[in-house]
């Protein structure tokens, strides 16, 4: 099998020089980052989540991000290396900010569920808080895209067009990873909510 140059048959190039091509949104040197540093930055979510999905997720998104902001990094002030460990840091950052709030509204929705006149969960149970809390552990099950899609959709109030653009994924795929989850989530609490509710 050839090889193209650059690959396994040949010389990877340094560092400086994978950072320039990156920087010049060459793609090769996306995937040449990703086998050099994915692991370490992969190491240091599994130290923020344990090893499973979470790590895998901020692992992808550090990827994703780092991608579409290429424009900003400047491979003569900083190596790339450098770079994708600040990025990492800030996704982990946001994902535990973003866990914590769930968590919070999920523990909000539970109080004001049991808080409600009649006793336990009954049919006069309020509805939409028990809609979020099904919501919210429905979010926990999703794999990625789709997780960070619905949570750019619906957490940070952005377009299609805007999560496109976020992402780096095409329109129409966003659109459809939107409407197969948002079918899937509406089953799940059309099942869970009126057991929840009987």
């Known amino acids: 099998m050839d090889h193209a140059p650059g690959t396994r048959s040949g010389v990877h190039p340094d560092d400086a020089e994978i950072g320039r091509r990156f920087a010049?949104?060459?793609?090769?040197?996306?995937a040449w980052a990703y086998?050099?540093?994915?692991g370490q930055l992969h190491g240091m979510a599994v130290r923020a989540f344990g090893p499973g999905p979470d790590a895998e997720d901020v692992t992808q998104q550090v990827f994703i991000a780092a991608w579409t902001g290429r424009a900003r990094f400047r491979p003569?002030?900083?190596?790339?290396?450098?770079?994708?460990?600040?990025?990492?840091?800030?996704k982990i950052a946001d994902a535990w900010a973003r866990?914590?709030?769930?968590?919070?509204?999920?523990?909000?929705?539970?109080?004001?569920?049991?808080?409600?006149?009649g006793g336990p969960v009954t049919a006069g149970v309020d509805t939409a808080a028990t809609d979020r809390v099904l919501l919210l552990d429905e979010l926990d099950h999703l794999g990625q895209p789709?997780?960070?899609?619905?949570?750019l959709a619906f957490f940070e109030d952005l377009t299609h067009a805007q999560?496109?653009?976020?992402?780096?994924?095409?329109?129409?795929?966003?659109?459809?990873?939107?409407?197969?989850?948002l079918e899937r989530l509406r089953a799940r609490l059309e099942v869970d909510g009126a057991a929840l509710h009987a």
């Open 24 to 30: 010049a949104g060459e793609e090769q040197a996306l």
């Open 35 to 38: 086998e050099r540093w994915g």
């Open 76 to 90: 003569d002030d900083s190596p790339l290396p450098a770079w994708l460990v600040g990025i990492c840091r800030h």
């Open 99 to 117: 866990r914590d709030k769930q968590r919070r509204e999920a523990e909000a929705a539970l109080t004001e569920a049991q808080a409600r006149p």
């Open 146 to 151: 789709q997780r960070g899609i619905i949570e």
């Open 163 to 181: 999560i496109a653009e976020r992402t780096g994924l095409p329109l129409g795929t966003i659109k459809s990873h939107i409407r197969r989850t």
